[in-house]
């Protein structure tokens, strides 16, 4: 019996071996294939990765920078296809890779997943480029990081765009492998053999659904660098995000009432990701000067389903008078 249980244990330990040199070798590939885009920014959480671009055309009037920060299993990439050549013609446009994922650093390790440590270290980034009261767009998760940029740094902000956001707690949880990653001893023996090989097998069911009903656009794993989120360090930084996520927009969700920034909230009816109900139209009923605009039959990625409508929505608030921020709460639209 002990023999047997001696033979498991040795196979079992091959074959994490087997998968950890697989992981390795795949590491060194995906680096190799998704280079940096963008430059590196020094701040308390590492170095950060930004893309720094426009405006194309000089514009008759100075307009704000516009911020892009992207959500969960991603990385700027996905703004950058979706919004950044959309955007600069007009605008000075930035995007950046959260720390921890793409090419951006997490020194802090699991201390840098709070979405409001994040959004600090975004401040830094804007600080050191020299930005001051930009147009901050987060999408899904960094939702809620753009969020407690506007609550903790009250005044710098010219406008926020909260992109099919997760804002609120929900009932479901994360998904298992999201959950396992994020753990503080398993977490790092998955991200190092498993994770790897289960997620080349399982990306057309990530990214399947997060554009459903739409679909994604041609070739977008590889355009959007999205194996990046593949690599074990992005894994665990990944897992921690969503694991702590929903305790803290439980906290955050009572001050959404105190954001005086002029707002625009944008979700789809049919994003099954991020529910419109529990977190777009709560946040946008919260909210003193948010309007609410809804895409009909929209998924949860509506820069990339409705860009068109999303970049109108984007450049009108960066266009607006701040003056008027503090008005009266527009109407929102069904």
Not at 53 to 72: C, N
Not at 91 to 103: E, L, M, S, T, Y
Not at 270 to 299: E, K, M, N, T
């Amino acid at each position: 019996m002990l023999r047997a249980f001696k033979n498991v244990v040795g196979t079992i330990a091959g074959v994490l071996l087997l998968f950890a040199g697989v992981t390795a070798v795949g590491d060194f590939l995906i680096d190799w294939a998704n280079p940096p885009i963008g430059q590196f920014i020094d701040t308390s959480s590492g170095r950060q990765h930004v893309l720094d671009v426009g405006p194309e055309d000089k514009p008759a009037q100075p307009t704000p920078a516009i911020v892009l920060v992207h959500g969960a299993n991603s990385n700027l990439g996905d703004m950058r296809l979706a919004l950044v050549a959309r955007l600069r013609s007009r605008n000075r446009v930035i995007a950046i890779d959260r720390p921890g994922h793409g090419w951006s650093e997490r020194a802090g390790g699991a201390a840098d997943a709070a979405p409001r440590r994040q959004a600090a270290v975004v401040r830094e980034v804007l600080s050191k480029l020299g930005v001051t009261r930009p147009v901050l767009l987060g999408h899904s998760w960094a939702g809620a990081l753009a969020a407690a940029y506007a609550l903790d740094y009250p005044g710098e902000l010219h406008g926020l765009v909260l992109l099919a956001p997760a804002t609120h707690p929900w009932a479901t949880g994360v998904p298992w492998h999201f959950g396992l990653a994020g753990t503080p001893w398993l977490g790092p023996l998955f991200a190092r053999t498993l994770a790897q090989p289960l997620g080349y097998l399982m990306l057309d069911r990530f990214v399947g659904p997060a554009f459903a009903p739409q679909g994604a656009p041609p070739d977008y794993v590889e355009r959007a660098s999205i194996s990046l989120a593949l690599r074990p360090a992005t894994v665990m930084a990944n897992g921690e995000d969503l694991n702590r996520l929903e305790a803290f927009v439980a906290a955050q969700a009572t001050r959404y009432e105190l954001i005086k920034t002029r707002t625009v909230v944008i979700t789809g009816t049919a994003d099954g990701i991020v529910s419109p109900r529990i977190h777009a139209r709560a946040i946008a009923a919260q909210i003193p000067a948010a309007q609410l605009v809804v895409l009909q039959g929209i998924g949860h990625m509506p820069h990339h389903a409705d860009t068109a409508r999303v970049v109108a929505a984007i450049e009108a608030l960066a266009a607006a008078d701040q003056d008027a921020a503090a008005a009266p709460r527009a109407t929102h639209r069904p």
